[in-house]
């Protein structure tokens, strides 16, 4: 049977929508499967202004028998059996025959009972507390209040349509009783729509101009630029950001194409298309890549019959390109090196200092960086880079447009002449943006990136700035994130300990937390977010794990680990090798550190073991050391034969101390050897407990 | 529809919707909610309805009148209704429509803007209100003002005068709008802004402004201790104002600039403060 809810409010934030699209959804799941109430299915829609459930649920809850429990039986029966007037008074007042009492079972002993069948309770009656609950325990990232109550929502709410099965739901949710009507757009049709069901619903709302399907007005607004552009030959630059946004922002979507004068075609691009998009929410159009004095908007609007709404935006975007102009002509009247002077005055954070601190620490970090990568030759450039790339901060189009940080101070380096190394280096150095966003191309842009990212971690967990849900205001998993993703796509294998000492060190004692604690805090951070990346690569989280437990130090051989980890579980040798780790660690565990001495040998299997793993470990070493976590592994199972051998036959915990002493330091070593890849005793193999994920943190 | 038939229009509409109509405040503020017609009457639960035309002081916007759209100083139209009444979105609409704009043929969108000002303590949630993609006005249920939670919450409408009538009048350059019939904007206000850029950049005494600002900061101490609220505030916003000006001549240094905005807070908050004790219940 059909659930229709609708809650109509003002106007809400494209990210509360989201947000509360998967709230919902995961709200009256949970609600409804506790009730014992079958869904069958149920989507989340939504517009700016409403909030919809579209579910198919069973007519009721099931029947199912229950047990009435009544007196204990020692109460409820005489030494004779019979009913005494306790027993019979039970009956009674159930108004149940007394041939279907019976002896109930419970923890507490035995009593007098009978069983009779429940009558499932209407789904409607359910949805009548159900709602309100899920309604009143959404959340948003931001709320307020409105009117005179202390109540806290995303926007004012104005309306509570609850439908079931074509009857309105008998529920109320912050004073609005549900009823079954809602209003249509707020300026093409503001009157009611009425709906007693999802389709009359939908198409009555389509019929006031709007469209109720978040992805259907996706769709409408690719399908209405590609109409619009066609006889063009041209296309939007796609902005997947920019068209989830629209999507949420309008309830009827009418695709606007509009130009500006091609004299401002002179701007860089980046300029262009950030005037276009922040503020205005315009996409930018090219044609065989080439940008042309075209703009798509998004209008939230039944027509554009007189063209306002095109002019109207055409000279917005006018004003805005002219400031820009204005901008990008007065910013060249002072070259970059002159600007970062000023940087003195702009604060990078009240403990952490200013930009110019910053960027003295970022030339120190760049260098150090340089030194430890080998990458001598762009060493001059980066820390030419790292004095200047904050100053674009200062100018005018930076200023107006915050988004273009980094690429401006990176198109005014490479106008005044700049050789590349410097201006790319600056113009790349806040990416990636996200997980989906490129890492610098050029090499000093990639070292200047990693250098300005690890300082404003290290500087914002030192001083004990909290990282925690929602709430990251220095961006600081970003930051880590594109430390990590730069270091594994380039290969970057700087130890990052040792980077951070660095890092602390250009500090000073700026930071509150200190250096050994700071340095954990940032280890641990790093460490979760190489996790994250790792599984979100499709590794499996045992694996993931297990490679991470030696510790995060150069980054790409997190992954080389957990890479060779994955390689050796679709190969024959996993379980022995993995039963072999788990054997050794588990005879060590909890065993003191002991030195072994070829003199104590006793058994020819143990001298065995013992020379083949002096053969094996030189041979491994060269491959940890370069970070072939595979190959190492190869060698190292070379040990298996020997160590069986040496499992049959000796007996590692030997009477004589010191005899058992040797061999569980023969067991460390090899131990130690294989830590130097993975803690293979977090690897799950088959049949064996606990082989359920961990619960995600 | 000129300038002087949009304030016409506007208050007749607010009047109309039961606002008592202010006289502009004599103190520069940057902001119509500024003044005491906003600040001190959000803060006590008594209903509230009043509608103003107040001119937005914002030194460093200044452009030496060369600008089609950036000015030093410019007029808002700020509306205050407290409780926010459930209708006063559609009555805001209504307010539009009544100025003669057509809106089935345009893009009305209330777009996501949380607004703060962190001198006053004072934060509020709502949007920036577009039409055509134009910014023109600031929509905010108010939350806190003066570091205090507000109860019951008053909506705040500010209308940017100027920005609404290029919009009326489909013009390009702020300069060219209509006062009146017969006075442009630019016979008002283009030697006002030239001087005045002059002023705020180049011409304002760094060392009279900071006495100034210290001298209002103590008299507000002053004041404060001796419970004369009103007059305390007035310092307060002859402090912002002096701040504002000793940035725009770029005087204010990093350490500075966190300090001299914290030290007006904590006289602003300490003023709502005792105004809200003395007023409990009311």
């Known amino acids: ?697 | 529809m000129s300038v002087q038939d949009l304030v016409l229009g506007l208050h007749g509409f607010w009047a109309g919707q039961g606002c008592y109509l202010a006289p502009t405040y004599d103190i520069e503020v940057g902001a119509g909610t500024m003044t005491p017609d906003t600040f001190f009457r959000v803060l006590d639960r008594r209903p509230w309805r009043v509608g103003y035309v107040q001119p937005s002081r914002r030194p460093d916007d200044g452009r030496y009148g060369e600008n089609p759209n950036r000015v030093q100083k410019h007029f808002q139209y700020q509306v205050i209704v407290k409780p926010s009444p459930a209708a006063i979105q559609d009555v805001y609409v209504e307010s539009l429509r009544s100025l003669g704009v057509a809106l089935e043929d345009h893009d009305l969108r209330f777009d996501e803007d949380n607004w703060e000002s962190p001198t006053i303590g004072a934060w509020g949630v709502g949007w920036q209100v577009m039409l055509d993609g134009l910014e023109i006005t600031q929509f905010t249920y108010f939350q806190q003002c003066g570091g205090i939670d507000l109860s019951p919450v008053p909506v705040e409408i500010t209308y940017g005068l100027e920005r609404l009538e290029m919009f009326l009048e489909q013009k390009d350059d702020i300069y060219d709008l209509d006062w009146s019939g017969d006075v442009s904007y630019r016979d008002l206000r283009l030697r006002e802004e030239k001087e005045f850029s002059e002023y705020n950049f180049q011409a304002a005494s760094v060392a009279m402004l900071r006495q100034a600002f210290n001298a209002a900061q103590k008299e507000a101490g002053r004041l404060v201790a001796k419970g004369l609220l009103l007059p305390a505030y007035d310092m307060c916003l002859k402090c912002s104002h002096s701040f504002n000006l000793l940035d725009s001549r770029g005087a204010v240094s990093v350490t500075e600039r966190v300090k001299m905005i914290s030290q007006v807070r904590a006289l602003v908050n300490d003023i709502a403060r005792k105004y809200t004790a003395g007023r409990e219940g009311a």
């Open chain 1, 1 to 697: 049977m059909e659930l229709l809810l609708e809650l109509l409010t003002e106007e809400m934030p494209a990210s509360h929508i989201r947000s509360a699209r998967e709230q919902l959804e995961s709200g009256f799941r949970r609600e409804l499967d506790e009730a014992r109430v079958e869904v069958r299915s149920l989507r989340a829609l939504a517009t700016p202004r409403r909030l919809i459930v579209a579910a198919d649920l069973a007519e009721g809850q099931e029947d199912r028998e229950e047990t009435v429990t009544g007196p204990p039986l020692a109460v409820a029966k005489g030494p004779d059996g019979a009913l005494t007037r306790a027993g019979q008074g039970f009956a009674r007042s159930h108004g149940v025959d007394e041939s279907r009492l019976e002896a109930v079972s419970t923890p507490k002993g035995e009593y007098l009972g009978f069983r009779r069948l429940a009558k499932g309770t209407p789904t409607a009656e359910i949805l009548g507390t159900v709602v309100p609950r899920v309604l009143g325990a959404l959340s948003f990232p931001k709320m307020m209040r409105w009117g005179e109550s202390p109540f806290r929502f995303s926007r004012p709410i104005h309306g509570l349509l609850c439908v079931f099965g074509g009857r309105v739901v008998d529920t109320a949710f912050e004073g609005f009783a549900a009823a079954g009507a809602t209003v249509g757009h707020r300026i093409a049709a503001p009157g009611p729509v009425r709906a007693r069901t999802f389709e009359e619903y939908r198409d009555g709302l389509a019929r006031s101009f709007v469209v109720v399907d978040p992805e259907e007005r996706k769709k409408r607004i690719v399908a209405g630029a590609e109409a619009a552009l066609a006889p063009l030959a041209a296309r939007v630059y796609p902005d997947p950001g920019l068209l989830e946004d629209l999507a949420l922002n309008v309830e009827h979507p009418l695709v606007v194409l509009g130009s500006f004068p091609e004299a401002y075609l002179d701007l860089p691009l980046e300029v262009l298309a950030t005037a276009m998009r922040e503020g205005q929410k315009l996409f930018s159009v090219v044609r065989d890549g080439e940008q042309l004095a075209l703009f798509i908007g998004v209008a939230d609007a039944a027509a554009d019959a007189k063209g306002l709404i095109r002019r109207g935006n055409e000279r917005v975007l006018r004003a805005r390109l002219e400031d820009a102009r204005f901008f990008w002509a007065k910013d060249r009247e002072s070259p970059l090196a002159e600007r970062a002077a000023g940087l003195k005055d702009v604060l990078f954070q009240e403990k952490l200092g200013s930009y110019e601190d910053k960027a003295q620490r970022l030339r120190k970090i760049a260098a150090y960086l340089c030194d430890k990568i080998g990458a001598a030759d762009v060493k001059a450039p980066t820390v030419e880079a790292a004095a200047l790339c904050k100053a674009d901060l200062l100018t005018e189009m930076v200023k107006e447009f915050p988004g273009l940080q980094g690429r401006m101070g990176g198109l005014y380096a490479r106008l005044e002449g700049a050789p590349a190394a410097v201006h790319q280096a600056i113009y790349e150095h806040y990416q990636p943006a996200g997980l989906e966003d490129d890492p610098p191309a050029s090499l000093s842009g990639a070292v200047l990136a990693v250098a300005d990212k690890l300082d404003s971690v290290v500087g914002a967990l030192g001083i004990g700035l909290p990282v925690s849900g929602s709430s990251d205001p220095f961006g600081l998993r970003r930051n880590a994130l594109g430390v990590c993703k730069i270091a594994l796509e380039r290969k970057l294998r700087f130890s990052l300990p040792l980077v951070l000492d660095r890092v602390l060190a250009a500090y000073g004692d700026r930071l509150t937390l200190d250096r050994a604690a700071a340095k954990a805090a940032c280890l641990d951070f790093f460490s979760g977010r190489l996790r994250f990346i790792l599984e979100k690569r499709g590794f499996r989280y045992d694996l993931v794990a297990a490679a991470l437990a030696p510790g995060v130090d150069r980054i790409p051989d997190a992954l080389a680990r957990v890479e060779a980890l994955d390689a050796l579980k679709s190969s024959s040798q996993f379980e022995p090798f993995i039963l072999m780790a788990k054997r050794i660690n588990n005879i060590i565990k909890g065993t003191p550190a002991a030195k072994v001495n070829p003199d104590l040998f006793a058994e020819k299997e143990e001298r065995e073991l013992a020379s083949t793993l002096s053969i094996v470990s030189g041979n491994a070493q060269p491959m940890l050391a370069r970070g072939d976590f595979a190959r190492a592994q190869g060698i190292i199972f070379k040990l298996q034969p020997v160590l069986n051998a040496f499992f049959d036959k000796v007996l590692v915990m030997a009477e004589q101390k010191k005899v058992r002493q040797n061999r569980l330091g023969l067991l460390q070593s090899i131990s130690r050897m294989l830590l130097e890849i993975a803690d293979y005793s977090l690897v799950v193999i088959e049949g064996e407990k606990g082989a359920k994920p961990r619960a995600a943190r």
